[in-house]
Each structure stands twice: as C-alpha cells, then as structure tokens.
C-alpha cells in the first residue's frame, strides 16, 4: 500500500516513508492510497476474533508488503496487550474502556503499534530516535511505548515544573535504569521553548545527517491507523451481547439490523478520523458524534459548513484545548471536501466545564461510573442521541489520571490503579537539560 498526501502536491510515498517522515513534504497530512472494504462474512466472523486477531486483521492491508504475516501477528500481539472493554453503564449507553494501558489514556494503543510498525520496518543500522516536546500526557504514552523497543531510542523534552507531579512520575520512570532506551529530560522554560528547540534540530540539516531522527506526534499516520481497530473490537463486544441476548429469549436484532452510534471525544480529530475510516471500510457504524469541550470549531463546520480556526481556550478536559485540530484535512479528504456528506455520517456537540463537573457527578451518584472529564464529554455528546440505538463513547483516559479534577467533585479519594503506583512508586529521577541546541545535540549524541 502506498500513502498519498491530502493536499496532493507531493508523489505518494511507502509505508517507511510516511511514517519515519510524519509530515508529507507538500506540508499536509499522509493518507492510505485506498481504503478496502471488508466483504460482509468477515464482519460477520468479528465476534470470534479476539482484539489481537482484530488489529491482524484492520492493519493487514496497509501493511501488505512491506510487512510479513508472523511479524504482524507479533506487533499486533505485542502492542495490544491490555484488555478494552465495553462496559454498558445504563441501559443501550456503553463505554469503551480505552484506558487499561500504561499511561492509563486511549494514546497508549496507537503508540504501542505504531512503536513496533517503525521497529520492524528499521534497516538496523544505527537506532532513530524519536524525539517529542509534550506538555505532559503524549510523552508519557510514547515513552511507555518505545521503551524496550529494538532499534528505537526516545529523548523527550518537558517544561520544568509545568507539568503534574503524577505526568513527571510516568515521563521519567526510565531514567533510572542503565541502558534504558527511553529518557526524559526537564528544561527551564515553557512547552513552547521546548517545542522550538525540537524544531531547529529537525531544521538542522548537519545534525539530520549524523543522528537519525523521527518524531511521533498526532499527524503521523502510524498513530492513525492503530486506532481503527478498536472501534472493530468494540462493534464485535456489540454483536456478541447480541447474540447472548437473542439466545437468551430477548429479541434484539442483529448488528446489522440495529443502528449503532458511536461519540469520541475530540481535540486534534485523529481518533475520530478513525472511525470515519472504520466505517468507510465497512464497519457498521450508523453514525459518529464529534463531542468537544469549549473548542468548537469542528460541531459549528457541521451545523453550518464554516470551518474557523482559532485560538484554544483553556479547559478541563485539557488534552482536547485544540483550537486548529490537525485531522481535520484528512474528515475532508475523507469525504471529499463535501460538507453534506459529512454531515450525514457525523453530528457535532460541544459541552462546557460545569456541564461536564455535574455530569461526572451524576453518573457517580445515580450510576456508580466514575468518568474522567475527556470520556464524561464522549458520554454527554452520545446521550443525545436515540435511545433506540446502541450508543457508544469512547472513554479515552482513567479518572485516576485526573484525580484532581474528579476527586473534589465526587468528595472522595479515587484508588491509584497499578500502572501508576508502580511510576509513583519508583525513586523520583529527573534529567535537566540546559536550554539551548548545543545542549540538545549533546543528548542526541550529535
Ligand atoms: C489526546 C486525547 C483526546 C483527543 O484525541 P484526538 O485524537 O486528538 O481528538 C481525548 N481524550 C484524551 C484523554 C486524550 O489524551
């Protein structure tokens, strides 16, 4: 399979290509060349497929080529190696639990493929490092990713101090060991000093000749494609309690018969932009719903066709503050340009701070489901939406990891699930690194 770009204005590029690259040299976004619609028996047979066999089967054709069966069997089985349950929390409204991996965030799954895809495709020269600026949570899930990973280093580049301790906990757990292919390092300045100082290295041209560089951020589309298959695992959960109910007497009809609506909670798009694509491959989605916190710009495009970028505004639900969301070239490439037939597929909700505070309350009290504030906007956007069909949010990060938003509202203490006791519990490590290039070149060995 070869990977086009959304604007065009570059040749396609291979797998190795799109992905060590990320951006597309036209400056716009990487898109698989054509996306194959499963035959109908397939979909049928997703019930019997666990979630591994699930992602074999989603990352298949796009992989075809430049990766052989027994190494996809071997990502697939290596990176998904958590549980993603759909948990119904009221009658026909179901969470899909994307926050069992190590960072405790939905982030974790794609970054898990997308770490052994580049390993597998590496030539086993000399390591790439992937380098990231983060503000806290995508560092996390891309250092837990790569850690261990042959051919594969990661230096990451955090504001000192502007981070939560639980964030700085998880960024720096491998500092300590000798010989961890991971390590963070803490600087004195802002997110965007650190973010300027990754982007004069990837301008210097000398450096990119000795040190071998790649970065892992949303756009790529290695971070893309992972994230279709859990929306196939979450449709094969929907057909096997179908199944269960129909033996058991109740008749509620098959996946095909009953309409399913699925809600992502959104910021830069890529997650949701997933599951437009699950869909356009053949999975039986109905339609989609795009919640958003006080960002609203892509629910005001689908009521009135106007997209307009513009400054983020500071939220509880702090990973979706995105006010140019980066994917949104690739819903329009989806669906050619056309604002009607996107809005056929997808409906738009935006909810405010106090809504999503009463909102986790309420669930709490009347339904003892503790949402964080990112899955309580997924629960709010699908509530909505007809009772008579399966609805379904996705629940994109643990309420543990925004305890001190959740506990005040809930008056209680929320128990430290393990993957974040076993970072707290690890002797405090930080790396400060001067800022300034040299200093930086000096980490990457350049
Ligand atoms: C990154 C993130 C989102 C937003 O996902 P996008 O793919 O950027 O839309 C939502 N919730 C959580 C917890 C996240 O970390």
Redesign the pocket.
């Known amino acids: 399979m070869r990977f086009v770009t959304t604007s065009g204005q570059a040749p396609p590029a291979s797998l190795t290509w799109a992905l060590f690259d990320g951006l597309a040299p036209d400056g716009s976004l990487y898109v698989p060349e054509r996306i194959e619609e499963w035959p109908p028996e397939d979909i049928a047979a997703l019930p019997s497929l666990s979630l591994a066999d699930i992602g074999r089967r989603v990352l298949r054709p796009y992989l075809a080529g430049d990766i052989d069966e027994p190494t996809l069997a071997s990502i697939a089985t290596g990176a998904l190696n958590f549980p993603i349950p759909l948990v119904e929390i009221e009658p026909g409204v179901h969470a899909l639990e994307l926050f069992h991996g190590p960072t405790l ?3 974790d799954v794609a970054a898990r493929v997308m770490a052994r895809i580049m390993s597998a495709l590496h030539d086993g020269g000399d390591p790439t490092t992937i380098l990231v600026a983060t503000s806290g ?1 995508t560092g996390g899930a891309v250092g837990h990713a790569f850690h261990d990973v042959p051919h594969m280093r990661v230096v990451i580049l955090y504001p000192q101090g502007r981070i939560s301790p639980t964030q700085e906990a998880q960024l720096t757990m491998f500092n300590g060991d000798e010989g961890s292919n991971v390590r963070a390092h803490a600087l004195a300045g802002s997110f965007d000093d650190a973010q300027g100082l990754v982007k004069a290295v990837f301008a210097d041209a000398a450096l990119l000749r000795r040190v071998r560089l790649s970065s892992a951020n ?1 756009i790529n589309i290695g971070r893309l494609l992972p994230q279709m298959i859990y929306y196939f695992h979450a449709v094969a959960q929907l057909m096997r309690l179908w199944r269960q109910d129909a033996s058991g007497g109740t008749s509620r009809p098959d996946a095909f018969a009953r309409p399913s609506i699925f809600c992502t ?8 932009t997933a599951g437009l694509m699950a869909k356009r491959a053949g999975l039986p989605i109905s339609s989609f719903v795009a919640a958003t916190n006080a960002n609203d710009v892509v629910p005001i495009y689908l009521r009135t066709g106007r997209f307009e970028p513009r400054p983020s505004i500071q939220t509880i639900a702090n ?2 503050d ?1 006010g140019n969301p980066s994917n949104f070239d690739r819903m329009l490439w989806l669906y050619g340009g056309r604002h009607a037939a996107m809005s056929r597929d997808l409906a738009g909700s935006s909810h405010d701070d106090a809504e999503v505070r009463a909102t986790i309350r309420r669930v709490w009290e009347t339904r003892g489901y503790l949402l964080d504030p ?1 899955s309580a906007i997924g629960y709010l956007g699908v509530r909505q939406q007809r009772a008579d069909a399966a609805r379904v949010f996705l629940a ?2 643990h309420p543990a990891k925004f305890g001190e938003i959740v506990e005040p509202i809930i008056g209680r203490a929320i128990p430290t699930p393990p993957a974040l006791a076993e970072a707290l519990a690890r002797p405090p490590h930080v790396l400060t690194m001067e800022r300034s290039l040299s200093a930086l070149k000096g980490v990457l060995g350049g």
């Open positions: 965030a939905f982030k949570d949303s909670p959104s910021g830069n798009f890529g997650n949701l990973a979706m995105v990112h994109t990060a």
